[in-house]
C-alpha cells in the first residue's frame, strides 16, 4: 500500500496568514493526488485534483503543486472559513489511501 | 443535480452484520465507480472499498477482505455496502463517494452513515 505522510499534524495560524501543508507518497503517485477539507460533521469537501487543479467553485486563494512523491497545499491569505482539517489523498493505484490530517487551529 | 443519499444511522451487536445503502441519482449511475470511506470518531479517513456499478466488480482495501460486500441494484440507482462480523473499532461513519470526473478527485459524498456497534 501507498503511505501517505502529512506534515505538520496541527497547525495554528491567524487570518490573513500564508499556510502550507506538505504531503508526501511512500512511492511516486504521478499527479494523482487529491486535497480535502473537512469540518466537524461534515463529509470532506474536495479542494485540488490531479494535484494542482483547483476544483469549481473553491475559492482562488487555495493552490496545490507538487509531483511524484512531494505535494503541497496552500491557503495564500488564512480566512475565517478555512479553519478545518485538511487530508491528502492518493488515486493512483488501490488501495486508495489518505494522509492523517492536519488541522489548522486559530492562533 | 448530482445527490447520494443514504440509510440511516444503524446500532448493532459485537458479531452482527450491517448493510447501508447509497441511491444515486442526478447521472447516469453506471458511468461511475462508486467508493466506500469510513471515518472512526476523531479519526482520519480510510478507503474501503470500491464497486463499478456497471457490471458489479469490486475491490476491497485488504483490511476488510472477507467482511466487506459492495453490491449494485441498477434498476434503484443504489449500491450497498455490508460488513460483518462487526466489533467496536467498526464505530465509524461511513460514506459513499464518487468522483466529479474520472480523473478527479472525490467530490460527490453522501451524508454519511454513523454504525454504532455496542453491546
Known amino acids: 500500500d501507498i503511505q501517505m505522510t502529512q506534515s505538520p499534524s496541527t497547525l495554528s495560524a491567524s487570518v490573513g496568514d500564508r499556510v502550507t501543508i506538505t504531503c508526501r507518497a511512500s512511492e511516486s503517485i504521478s499527479s494523482w493526488l487529491a486535497w480535502y477539507q473537512q469540518k466537524p460533521g461534515k463529509a470532506p469537501k474536495l479542494l485540488i485534483y490531479e494535484a494542482s487543479s483547483l476544483q469549481s467553485g473553491v475559492p482562488s486563494r487555495f493552490s496545490g503543486s507538487g509531483s511524484g512523491t512531494e505535494f503541497t497545499l496552500t491557503i495564500s491569505s488564512l480566512q475565517p472559513d478555512d479553519f478545518a482539517t485538511y487530508y491528502c489523498?492518493?488515486?493512483?493505484?488501490?488501495?486508495?489511501?489518505f494522509g492523517q490530517g492536519t488541522k489548522v487551529e486559530i492562533k | 443535480q448530482v445527490q447520494l443519499v443514504q440509510s440511516g444511522a444503524e446500532v448493532k451487536k459485537p458479531g452482527a452484520s450491517v448493510k447501508v445503502s447509497c441511491k444515486a441519482s442526478g447521472y447516469t449511475f453506471t458511468s461511475y465507480y462508486m467508493h466506500w470511506v469510513r471515518q472512526a470518531p476523531g479519526q482520519g479517513l480510510e478507503w474501503m472499498g470500491v464497486i463499478i456499478p456497471s457490471g458489479g466488480s469490486t475491490t476491497y482495501a485488504q483490511k476488510f477482505q472477507g467482511r466487506v460486500t459492495m453490491t449494485r441494484d441498477t434498476s434503484t440507482s443504489t449500491v450497498y455496502m455490508e460488513l460483518s462480523s462487526l466489533r467496536s473499532e467498526d464505530t465509524a461513519v461511513y460514506y459513499c463517494?464518487?468522483?466529479?470526473?474520472?480523473?478527479?478527485?472525490?467530490?460527490?459524498w453522501g451524508q454519511g452513515t454513523l454504525v454504532t456497534v455496542s453491546s
Open positions: 463517494t464518487r468522483q466529479t470526473i474520472p480523473t478527479g478527485g472525490l467530490g460527490y
Open positions: 489523498q492518493q488515486y493512483n493505484s488501490y488501495p486508495w489511501t
